[in-house]
């Protein structure tokens, strides 16, 4: 509800700034151009072809026509909302937390519509905000297909309606930052330095029972050599049954136990029988080195679900088509591509480590990243390969 509520205000507020721009648009725009009005009128009747919904227009187009000397303004700010909806999407994607509030001002849009409609047409303008997007272009060619098609592809046309908008939305993003995409149903990870995708990896994610959560994150650091922190739902649930049934547990698995104050206690100094889910005052960590299970690289960001990406000893899992094993964290083929990528501008503080050698308890080393740098965390089934080909994803998480 609090977050239905913030982005009824925010529309509120978008609404109220263009109809100010608007305002600002001295000559008529429609008013006495029948032609103009025709070319808005076959763009609002056609939506569905724009992976739009007629619905969301029509009723105002039409109240438009009939106020007199506001008619012209009204208009325009008719068009200033389909064109916004073309160009920035008509939702944002629904993420679980919304750590980034960015901005959406790659386009001025009411600028656009002027201009297009007093010096080109208004069907080349829509032409213009769909071909600025590859990804937007192909969805909208494989819509008409399917709508062209059959009844029967209904749950295909909208899952691509849905993509339409959020790769609408993403393409106004990426224009003015840089961006870790992270595709939870294709399992893959993709950076973006001002629209032009850097780097792409397989990652794994999360399994049914444990699932990657979406979001959107400045990124904040990364960690070199990480500690592991176990979670205490896996330190309880998962850990303790074999800490119980064997005595060389922690040694075998690289393990230190920490009390309440983060000292370090020896584990065989514990009676670990009087433990349980619910009385554990113990924290579990993993040393670090070649064997750690985030492996050599950590990025970390703000998150209110504790998941990071990391680096992995178990490389041979990027082999698999279907990557999902781990706990919620998200963990990276190309760690190292990775952080360079993010500190390319402290190169010094990456290339001095050797990271094919396996060293014995390495202290770990955090690195701020001070190119602003965001993560989105999003669950689309539509997503493209290397080749810009589109592909439907299996719906992983049931959603």
């Known amino acids: 509800m609090i977050r239905f509520i913030n982005r009824l205000f925010l529309a ?38 724009w992976a739009l919904k007629k619905g969301d227009y029509a009723t105002a187009y039409t109240a438009a026509l009939k106020e007199g000397t506001k008619q012209d303004s009204l208009l325009t700010l008719v068009a200033i909302h389909f064109f916004s909806h073309l160009a920035y999407g008509n939702h944002a994607p629904n993420l679980q937390y919304e750590g980034v509030r960015f901005k959406m001002n790659a386009y001025n849009v009411p600028e656009l519509v002027n201009q297009y409609a007093t010096q080109k047409t208004l069907a080349q303008l829509a032409t213009y905000f769909s071909n600025s997007s590859k990804e937007v272009a192909t969805i909208l060619k494989t819509l008409k297909v399917y709508q062209d098609s059959s009844r029967k592809m209904n749950a295909k046309i909208d899952l691509l309606i849905k993509a339409a908008s959020d790769y609408r939305w993403l393409n106004a993003i990426k224009q003015e930052n840089r961006i870790i ?3 939870i149903p ?16 397989r990652v794994i994610l999360g399994k049914l029972a444990t699932p990657t959560n979406t979001l959107s994150s400045p990124v904040d650091k990364i960690t070199i050599n ?28 690289h393990l230190q136990v920490l009390n309440a104050n983060y000292k370090v206690v020896a584990p065989n100094k514990i009676d670990w029988e009087v433990y349980s889910e ?21 990025v970390e960001f703000d998150s209110p679900f504790g998941i990071y990406l990391h680096d992995t000893p178990e490389k041979a899992l990027f082999g698999n088509i279907n990557r999902f094993y781990s706990h919620g964290c998200m963990r990276m083929e190309k ?47 539509v997503d493209f390969d290397n080749n810009g080909n589109l592909k439907f994803y299996k719906n992983i998480y049931e959603k």
């Open 335 to 381: 760690p190292i591509d990775m952080g360079k990528w993010l500190l390319q501008n402290n190169a010094k503080a990456i290339d001095t480590i050797d990271f094919n050698k396996c060293y014995k308890d390495p202290s770990p080393k955090s690195i701020p990243v001070t190119l602003s740098t965001q993560i989105i965390v999003w669950y689309s089934l």
């Open 226 to 253: 990480p500690y592991w922190m176990v979670p205490k739902s896996i330190a309880t649930k998962e850990m303790l049954p074999k800490i119980l049934k064997d005595k060389n547990y922690f040694e075998d698995n």
């Open 278 to 298: 619910d009385n554990f005052p113990f924290t579990i960590r993993q040393g670090t080195g070649c064997d750690n299970s985030l492996g050599l690289l950590k």
């Open 181 to 183: 995409l992270v595709n």
């Open 12 to 49: 509120v507020l978008i609404l109220l700034n263009i109809s100010a721009k608007a305002q600002s648009i001295a000559s008529p725009v429609f008013v006495g151009h029948p032609d103009r009005i025709k070319t808005l009128d076959s763009l609002i009747e056609h939506a569905g072809s």
């Open 186 to 201: 294709s399992a893959q990870l993709r950076t973006f330095d001002h629209n032009k995708m850097v780097l792409s990896m």
